[in-house]
């Protein structure tokens, strides 16, 4: 579709033949643009991979460190405690 756009067809053209709307086709083309270099308006595709990557992580590592903190409070209430019951107190 991106190779047809840049033959010199509309998008508008295309989306009459084929089903993607006007907007998609264009949308298409100017990510295509900046895959190659010829835009700097917004993120490669590249980048846009790393960015979605780099938040599953982000998110990932967050629920480790919720999950650490859950345990370690855990873990420091239960060492409060003697073994017949009563705390340490």
């Known amino acids: 579709m991106v190779d047809l756009a840049r033959s010199g067809r509309t998008p508008e053209a ?6 993607p709307t006007a907007q998609s ?9 900046r895959d190659a270099g010829k835009r700097i308006d917004g993120p490669t595709s590249a980048e846009r991979e790393e960015l979605a990557r780099l938040r599953r992580e982000n998110h990932r590592l967050r629920q480790e460190r919720d999950i650490l903190a859950k345990a370690a409070a855990w873990f420091a209430r239960e060492s ?3 073994p017949n019951g009563f705390t340490g107190s």
């Open 25 to 33: 086709i264009s949308t298409w083309v100017k990510q295509a643009e």
């Open 14 to 19: 295309l989306a009459g033949e084929f089903e």
């Open 80 to 82: 409060k405690v003697s």
